[in-house]
Nanobody, 117 residues
């Protein structure tokens, strides 16, 4: 059974950090470009960051560039999102996504990130 399971969300103060993980099972992420998306209350799901299959190239939304870092460990079949300098506009459910040409995308169920003092 194919699964992406996000973890690491929680409550953090403004300026704080969190590290999200996305563990895959049922498929090998080394064949997939991996991404993080987020959906805030009453908002559309939006792109946060992506990383190529071997991790050689990353892309970020302007809103998180310089604060968030996406990485992957293909040996552990896991993708990460290091989030630093969290802001009040960052709270959302964060989802990971796996994409490969010719295959349907895989989505996780999401992990909640809350930023509050």
């Amino acid at each position: 059974q194919v699964q992406l399971v996000e973890s690491g969300g929680g409550l953090v103060q403004p300026g704080g950090s969190l590290r999200l993980s996305c563990a895959a099972s049922g498929f090998t992420i080394s064949s997939y470009a991996m991404s993080w998306y987020r959906q805030g209350p009453g908002k559309e799901r939006e792109f946060v960051a992506s990383i190529t299959r071997a991790g050689g190239s990353t892309t970020y939304a302007d809103s998180v560039n310089g604060r968030f870092t996406i990485s992957r460990d293909n040996a552990k079949n896991t993708v990460y999102l290091q989030m630093n300098s969290l802001k009040p506009e960052d709270p959302a459910v964060y989802f990971c996504k796996g994409v490969r040409v010719g295959s349907i995308p895989y989505w996780g169920q999401g992990t909640q990130v809350t930023v509050s003092s």
